[in-house]
């Protein structure tokens, strides 16, 4: 096999496939780790306390945040990642390409940024009508 497609393929695999596994895996700890943290508080109050209401004390330590602010990053990311993937376009639909693996690279960094920003606008979108 040729060198160049050897490092396309494990590029392609690295970013489809390992990074969001990997970013899943960590949002997944560090949400077991704060359940565990509270966990922990819970239980040290009421072995202090024993007579303390479990549903006052569950109302304490979960944080209210307001919705629109929880999907405020999701806008941020769709709308930056959708600008970077329009203004590639308007390059790539002016500016002639010396070489063809400069074309094929910058579609290539096109679509990833498309890819990104289309789900994260429309999580948003669903979510905003959701809370309403």
Not at 36 to 51: C, F, S, V
Request: hydrophobic share 55%.
């Amino acid at each position: 096999m040729n060198q160049e497609l050897i490092v396309i393929l494990a590029s392609v695999l690295g970013i489809c496939v390992l990074l969001p596994a990997f970013c899943v895996w960590m949002i997944s700890r560090r949400k077991m780790y704060e359940a565990e943290r509270r966990t922990q508080i819970a239980l040290a109050i009421l072995r202090e306390k024993p007579d303390t209401s479990l549903d006052e004390l569950v109302g304490k330590l979960t944080p209210t945040v307001d919705p629109r602010l929880r999907l405020l990053p999701l806008l941020w990311v769709g709308l930056v990642f959708g600008f970077v993937a329009l203004s590639l376009c308007v390059v790539l639909s002016i500016v002639e390409m010396a070489s063809r693996q400069g074309f094929i690279f910058l579609c290539f960094v096109t679509a990833v940024c498309a890819a990104v920003s289309i789900p994260s606008l429309v999580c948003y979108l669903v979510g905003s009508r959701r809370r309403k």
